[in-house]
């Protein structure tokens, strides 16, 4: 098997956002990813690079907001995720793909082979204390198998 690492993104707190954690927690519990890695954060951006070493295979679970309707599940290899929308100077502000476009400079090493994003279109962002969307929530069977037809492939 190829080194595999999960990154499953979010707030486990705010409505869809809570997305990635409701992922982790579902792969904690089964025995999809034998022999790889899964890590669950609450922050997106450069944290993600503390976690690369080389894998062949990095899977990036996160609701998004690319205007489809909610529930809807993409799969997108690292030059389809959007970059950022403004002027991302801090890390704070940093997407997905600029984070690893500065780890291809400084860490290049431990870069993935391949980047995919598993995303689920979400539309709560803004609420604390609420659960999933029933439409985000009715995705996570088909996340799991998307990863899973990832790791397989």
Do not use: W
Request: proline content about 5%; overall charge negative; some cysteine.
């Amino acid at each position: 098997m190829s080194k595999v690492l999960i990154v499953c993104i979010g707030n486990s707190l705010v409505g869809d956002d809570a997305l990635g954690y409701k992922v982790y927690e579902r792969l904690q519990t089964g025995s999809l990813l034998a022999g790889g890695r899964t890590v669950f954060l609450e922050l997106s951006g450069m944290q993600i690079l503390d976690f690369l070493n080389g894998d062949d295979l990095l899977v990036i679970v996160d609701a998004v907001q690319f205007g489809d309707p909610p529930g809807t599940v993409h799969v997108r290899d690292l030059a389809d995720i959007p970059q950022a929308e403004g002027n991302p100077i801090t890390s704070h502000h940093m997407g997905l793909r600029e984070a690893l476009s500065l780890g291809t400079l400084l860490y290049p090493e431990k870069m993935p082979r391949r980047t995919v994003l598993v995303g689920v279109e979400g539309l709560c962002f803004d609420q604390i204390g609420v659960p999933l969307t029933p439409q985000v929530e009715a995705a996570i069977d088909e996340v799991i198998v998307e990863i899973r037809n990832l790791i397989l492939n």
